[in-house]
Every structure is written in C-alpha cells, then in structure tokens.
C-alpha cells in the first residue's frame, strides 16, 4: 500500500490543453512538493507547499495543497511539448523521510 | 557547475559480481540520500544520513552498503549483484534535513546480466 497515491497514472494530450494530476493520501504532511523528471535525468523539485489551502504558481503550473494538508494538486494551463515528463509528488511526514507516489507520466502531442 | 553528480552513469555487470556507485555534492548539505527507480518509475528511499552518520535503513539487503566518508559524498557498493538489483539509483542531498526538498544526481542506471 503506498503512502501517496498519483491519479491518473499515464497522461497523453495535445498542445494547449489544460491537465490537472492529483495527489492523495490519508495521512498529513508537514509539506508536500512535486519533481519533474525528464527521461535519464534525476527528479528536479518545482514546488513545495507547506500550508494547508496554499496555492503556488510557477508560469503556467498551479500547484495546490489540500487544506487538511493530505492532498495536493498539479493544473497546467495549456500544456507545452517541453512539459512532457514524469511528475512525482512526495510527502514529508512529519519527522520521518520523504515518500514519493508512483507518478504521472505526461505526453504532450505537437 | 554539478550539484550532485553520481558515477557512473552506466554500469552494466554479470551476477555475482560487486560494484559501486560514487556520489560527491557541492551544494553543502547535511544530507544525503540513495533512492533506487524500479521498471514502473516508482521511487523509493534506501538509505539517508545526515553528517556521515546514516540516519534511514529502509529493510535493503546486507549486500547493499553506503559509506560516507565525509558529509559531501555518500558511496553505495553493492556485493553479489542479483537479476533484481537491476534499476536506476539516485543520490540526493537536501538542505534542511530528511523529509525536505531533494536535490537529485542523474542517476546511475545498473543493469545485471
């Protein structure tokens, strides 16, 4: 059973459609944040969040934590071919390690 | 300018055999961490240490083994590699500590043949 489940697993959209990926738990989180991994690279943070009801945007990405700090949002606006990529949310239980959910994986068609 | 660079990239090895991976961060943070990728992309902890003390030994096989001579490098040597040992492996480093943002080398991706 993973700590934090992404939703939906495996996205494929056109250029300029608008995407949210979900990510959800039943546990509280001291912060949350997304990475974006790109095929033979590492993760690269985007964002952490750390209130509950916090909105982060970053250009087109809007990223939002649950106000019960349990969940978190991703929403591209208008998705680009360069956003193609893996996107992983981890949690930050408090005190403990980080955990990361499965991912989402992003195609974005030209 | 590498933050956290990891070597080799590619490491390609018959079962049986030992191996390690190297990792040096300039970033000079407190923390540092081995992750291991399997096929369905899913990112797990293996090992944390903060200050060359490991912190996280998270149920990995004895045959795997992390030292940390000094705070800005965290080498992983794995002995009698295995079929499933197979994946790629990242080291990491945060700044404030275990459960803050990670920062990733590229991976090393291992294959065992």
């Known amino acids: 059973t993973q700590l934090l489940e992404q939703s939906p697993q495996f996205l494929s959209i056109q250029e300029g459609e608008n995407l949210t990926v979900y990510c959800n738990s039943s546990?509280?989180?001291?912060?949350l944040q997304w990475y974006r991994q790109e095929p033979g690279e590492g993760p690269v943070l985007l964002v952490t969040v750390v209130t509950g009801g916090e909105v982060k945007k970053l250009k087109r990405l809007t990223f939002q934590f649950g106000d019960a700090r349990k969940d978190s949002s991703l929403h591209i606006t208008a998705a680009q071919p360069g956003d193609t990529g893996l996107y992983l949310c981890?949690?930050?239980?408090?005190?403990?390690?980080?955990?990361f959910g499965a991912g989402t994986i992003l195609r974005v068609k030209s | 300018d590498t933050a956290v660079s990891q070597t080799p990239k590619y490491l390609v090895t018959q079962m049986g055999n030992d191996k390690s991976i190297k990792c040096e961060q300039n970033l000079g943070h407190d923390t540092m961490y081995w992750y291991k990728q399997d096929s369905k992309k899913f990112l797990k902890i293996m090992f944390s240490y903060n200050n060359k003390e490991l912190i996280i030994n998270e149920t990995v096989p004895n045959r795997f083994s992390p030292k940390s001579p000094d705070k800005a490098h965290l080498n992983l040597h794995i002995n009698s590699l295995e079929l499933g040992d197979s994946a790629v492996y990242f080291c990491?480093?945060?700044?404030?500590?275990?459960?803050?943002?990670?920062?990733f080398g590229q991976g090393t991706r291992l294959t065992v043949v």
């Open positions: 981890a949690g930050a239980v408090y005190g403990n390690k980080l955990v």
């Open positions: 546990s509280v989180f001291s912060s």
């Open positions: 990491a480093s945060s700044p404030y500590g275990l459960n803050t943002e990670a920062f």
